[in-house]
């Protein structure tokens, strides 16, 4: 399906960081503040993979999985610009996550890249969470160590910074604090 562009991508503000760090938890606030939220589709995935026993998965198929989350990536962002009007919306991870995690995983990047990120932009504004080695936990979908989680933020703010980004760090606090930070940004 293709989707006209409306070019109001200067609404569309990315949180990323290495996993673990609250980036859902501070989604799920903002979403409760009455802005709309593009959730992280990789977690997603790896739902859908492990129910029908599938291969994409990071521990299984790692280009599989980096092919997977690459369109998810493009048809939330697709379906989220031709179905708003002007409204800020804050995407749990972008499209250059998915970059990264192929450069992180030597998977090979489409040679498409320099059209992909200039289709599909965000507000050159990015937020990013650092590593909280206070909040990190594994789970069944996330099975990085702690050591992969700060590698994973560094490389993340490398790519950002890369493709033109301003990235912002966002500061250790409550969930309430750090929406309130982004907000304060964003004004």
């Known amino acids: 399906m293709k989707y006209q562009k409306k070019n109001q991508y200067q ?9 673990g760090v609250g980036k859902t938890s501070v989604i799920d606030e903002l979403s409760q503040c009455g802005y ?12 859908e993979q492990i129910v029908i026993q599938g291969d994409g998965l990071p521990w299984r198929n790692k280009s599989l999985y980096a092919q997977l989350m690459l369109e998810a990536s493009i048809e939330t962002y697709q379906r989220i610009n031709a179905d708003l009007q002007s ?5 749990d991870r972008g499209i250059l996550d998915t970059l990264c995690y192929m450069n992180m995983e ?13 289709d599909y932009p965000y507000n050159r504004r990015v937020f990013i969470l650092p590593p909280w ?8 979908e996330r099975k990085q160590s702690w050591d992969e989680a700060i590698h994973t933020f560094d490389m993340m703010k ?13 500061p250790k606090n409550s969930i309430k604090d750090r929406c309130q930070f982004i907000l304060s940004q964003i004004q």
């Open 11 to 19: 609404n569309f503000y990315v949180i990323t960081g290495g996993p």
């Open 36 to 47: 709309s939220i593009a959730i992280e589709d990789a977690r997603r995935i790896i739902r």
């Open 87 to 91: 409204e800020k919306v804050f995407f």
């Open 106 to 118: 030597q998977i090979p990047i489409p040679s498409e890249v320099d059209k992909l990120i200039s």
């Open 133 to 140: 080695e206070e909040i990190y936990k594994t789970d069944n």
């Open 158 to 170: 490398q790519t950002y910074l890369h493709y033109g980004y301003e990235v912002i760090e966002v």
